[in-house]
Every structure is written in structure tokens, then in C-alpha cells.
């Protein structure tokens, strides 16, 4: 690394400045720090999120139909307000792609965004010369940040950092086996040529290092943390009923129907505390496992859905902030991790908002020390994902200090900041390139 005080770093991110996008929010909340520390960012993304105004920003579209498609459903969406509209502009881009679709996803069945990296090669080689960066910085989230990140370092012979948010290769993958060769390939890849890499929890490092030794000290963990968000937090008010929220997607490896499970069992046990329990759903779509255990669920009462919050274009209140108040404002948050291989490598980046707030967390870990660990330290509640008679008993712990009106904020701060992985990024970079020749 040079000594300039301000340096520029090319940052590829196919998802950037998306509202509400754990993977958009992982690097988009970094910028301010980088700038702080006196790096430049130039930021070169899809066009899924919205342009920032401080920094020089680029946007570009895939080359294939498949992304293409992909991005422009969300590129429409932000511009267009008339649902109709919209429809109508969908069906017909879509009709016009079908073809080309139909043949990639025949001819090449990897990754959704992985044509973007083709656009963003081309576009990033013209930012190079014209701008000259001292690092090219892939993070994702999108696979395709990391294959253009190693085509422009191999080409333009510039340090290359990569951040990969979830594991590309687990036990127990399911699929498709091109999909998995590509995954497995691009991984070998970070791990040879970049000059610094980082994954968010030990095991997916401690996992990627054992198939690919040659890694060494390169390789990194850093917990990604979250900003505190530009509002502060409400004290905590005791209400009607003990609201337990749950924010986020839900899937059919990451439902609710253990939880529900364990919420019945203990309201069957305790019926006179029907009236008193709700469990309120933020977030969308609700996935088909979860509805089916909704729909059994014999008190439908207990349940209540919330569409997802976007920004307010009255207030000018972002849907992430509107969420953050939200959280705020529950009596325990529920954070579910999932029943799959995946989650022994993976922390759901949600754990980092739920944090700030200083609310109890009830949370259902599936084999993953590092996150059980990170929640006992704070107070926080952690339970095996798959075990009911263990959520019985947090529920009955959770109830009783409700009637006490012991919920009141931990006073805990989360050590777990943005600030604080961006400074650990920058000093470990620094410090590796001024030991170290650039990998090749």
C-alpha cells in the first residue's frame, strides 16, 4: 500500500445502496469509515440500488438475460410508482429475454448476477486507467463482484482484496453440480490469487483454509457488525401484550415452524396466557413451510403479519430506519438461523440490528459456537434450532420477567460496529501489503 493520505480503492459490489439488503448494507455502510481512514472508494455496482450522491458511483447491467432481467425488475421498481405500469413493462421485457433466458440457464445454470461481471470487467478496466486505484476491493454477496475483481487484478496487475459474506461451499449443497463446480472454482481462486481475503465467522474460514491450505495467513474472519442508525434508541415501554417480533425473510430452511412448535406446546401448558403473547411478522413474503405451521398453529390470534416496510416518501424515513424502530419497540426479538449444513458457517447479518437495540434476543442457533457465544455474552438467549421443550423454557423464562417488567434495555452497546470491522479491514490490508509482495 502507498503512503498517499488518500488513496482510491475500486469496490465492486453488484448489490449497493439497496434499502433493507443485508448484503447491500455489509459494504454500503462501510463507505464513511473508509473515507475516514483516507480511503477513496470508487464504487462500481448494478443498478439495483440507488446512486449515491458523496462518492463517485458507477451502475451498470449484466450482460446476460438472466441478470439482466433480474436487475432490471429492481431498476424499474425504484422509478416506476404505478404497479400496472409496472407489470405491464415487466411482462413485456420479460417475453422479449425469454428466449435468450431459456438458453443460458441451459447453457450456463450458475449464478444469477454472474454476466455481471463481464460489464463490470469492462467498465472497471476504463475506471483503472483513467483513475488509476491502488486496490480493487470485490465483496459479496453476488459471485460475479469476485470474478471481475480477479479478471481486473490479473489484467491490470493491481492488489486484490475479497470480503465473502456467506460460505461459497458447505456440507450438504444441494445444488445443481455446475452451480457447485463454479462455486468451488471461484473459491480456489480468492484463495491463490487474492492478497487479502475475509469471511464473517471463524468456521467458514477455519473450512475454506482446510480445502485450500495454500490460503495461509491471507485468510481472515471479521465480523461485519452494523451502524447504529442516524436516530436513537426509545426507552423501553411495558404495553398490553408481550410482543415477540421476528424481521426478515423467512425460507423453507429458515421458518418458523419449530418455533411455533415451541409456542404451542407452552400456551397449551399455559392457556391462560393466550391473550397476553403476540408474535408480530415483519418482512414480506412468508415462506411455504412457515404458512403451513401458521395455518396449524391453533391460536390465530397469538400471530399477526406486517407488510414489509419500505422508505415513507412522506417523512423521508427509510424502510431500514422504519424496521430499526420497530425492533426497537418489542418486547424480545426473534431470530431464527435455520436447520441446514450452512448455518455452522453463517451469522444472519439481522443478529447486528437486533444488537444495537439492547432488546432481549431469543434466537434458535443450529451448530455455531461463534453465534451462541456472541449472544450469551450479551444476555441474550440463545436455543438449539431444533429443539422444542428448550424454547418451552425460554418462553416461560421470557414471560416471567415480562410479568416482573424486567425487560427493560440491557445497557449493553454492541461491540459488534461497522466502524470496528472497517478499521480491523484497513489495518490488516495495510499491514499485510507492507510485508508482503503482491500475490499472484
Known sequence: MNNRSTQ?????????????????????????????????????????????????????????????????????????????????????????????????????????????????????????RTRKPAVIFSTGGAYSAHLAGYWLAKKHGLRWIAEVHDPMIFEGQTNKKIRIRFSAWLEGIICKHADVAWWFTAEALARAKARHPELGDRGHFIIPGANAPSFSRSPYEYGEHLVIGHFGSLADTRNLEIFLRGMQKYLEKHPQHVQQFRLHLYGGAIDSVSAKAIQRFPFPEVVEQFPRLEADPQTGESGRDRVLKRMNAADCLLLLHGTVPFCEEYIPSKLFEYLWTQRPVLALVWHNEQMEKMLLDLGHWSVKADDVDQIVTTLEKLHERWVQKDLADSGLPSPYTTEASTRQIFDIVKNSFARAPMNS
Open 8 to 128: 482510491a480503492w475500486l469496490v465492486l459490489s453488484h448489490g449497493f445502496n439497496m434499502d433493507g439488503r443485508a448484503a447491500s448494507q455489509t459494504i454500503t455502510d462501510k463507505i464513511p469509515h473508509l473515507l475516514n481512514l483516507g480511503v477513496e472508494p470508487i464504487v462500481l455496482s448494478a443498478v439495483t440500488g440507488k446512486k449515491d450522491k458523496v462518492i463517485e458511483h458507477h451502475q451498470i447491467l449484466p450482460a446476460g438475460p438472466v441478470g439482466l432481467r433480474f436487475d432490471l425488475r429492481h431498476y424499474l421498481k425504484l422509478r416506476i410508482s404505478s404497479r400496472f405500469l409496472y407489470r405491464i413493462a415487466m411482462t413485456v421485457i420479460s417475453l422479449l429475454l425469454l428466449p435468450f433466458i431459456l438458453i443460458e440457464k441451459l447453457l450456463i445454470p450458475v449464478e444469477t448476477h454472474w454476466s455481471w461481471a463481464i460489464t463490470a470487467y469492462f467498465a472497471g478496466s476504463k475506471i483503472i
